[in-house]
Structure formats: C-alpha cells, structure tokens
C-alpha cells in the first residue's frame, strides 16, 4: 500500500518551468511504476508521463521533449520537471502509483490528491 503527497504546482507564465514532486508513504517505493496524470476542466484525466520501477519513462505525445519524469528511490520521491510550459499544459496534474506499467487511469493503484498547475498566456 502507498500513500502519495504532491507538491510543486503553481501559477507560471507560458514559456516557464515547474517542478512538481510526490512523496510516497511505503515500504516498498522502488516496486512501483510512478506516473503523472493531468486533469483540466471539463476534460477526463489524461496520462502524461510515467516512470518504472527500472528507471524506464514514457511520455504523452504531447509533452515529449518538454516534460521529463525522475525519481529518488532513496527518498521515496517521484519528479515531473515541465519546461517550456503552455497554456493547455493547465491542470490538475496529479502522481499515481501501479504496480503495473501504467499509462491509462484504470491501470492505477493509489493517487495522490493533486497539485493545480496554471499557465497564463
């Protein structure tokens, strides 16, 4: 079981950068695929990013090559670093933890309660 606290969202001009971290509440972080998802309004969640337990990453078409997932293993600590920030980039973005590769929402075991990003124009 694992439970998830993020931080690091924020109100940003276009063209900047955040980055937004999860902490996570187990024993056994390093078994977990960690993924981020997003949320705006009116919208259904979307995958952005993820990152396996080995280290492996993948990306939503539309923030590769902006967007790069990490995490610290040794303080159960999960990153999504946003560059070059856009507009649409305006969500709930929110960390999940699946103990599957998880790319789709019904593949998610435990989310965090989200954290509001905002890009103004």
């Known amino acids: 079981q694992v439970q998830l606290v993020e931080s690091g969202g924020g109100l940003v001009p276009a063209g900047g950068s955040l980055r937004l971290s999860c902490v996570a509440s187990?024993?056994?972080?390093?078994?977990?695929?960690m993924g981020w998802f997003r949320q705006a309004p009116g919208k259904e969640r979307e995958f952005v990013a993820t990152?396996?337990?080995?280290?492996?990453?993948y990306y939503a078409d539309s923030v590769k090559d902006r967007f790069t997932v990490s995490r610290d293993n040794k303080k159960n600590t999960v990153f999504l670093r946003m560059n070059s920030l856009k507009p649409e980039d305006t969500a709930l973005y929110y960390c999940?933890?699946?103990?599957?590769?998880?790319?789709?929402?019904?593949?998610?075991?435990?989310w965090g309660q989200g954290t509001e990003v905002t890009v103004s124009s």
């Open positions: 990152i396996t337990w080995n280290g492996d990453t």
């Open positions: 999940a933890a699946s103990t599957t590769l998880a790319t789709t929402a019904d593949h998610v075991d435990e």
């Open positions: 187990t024993r056994t972080f390093d078994s977990y695929d």
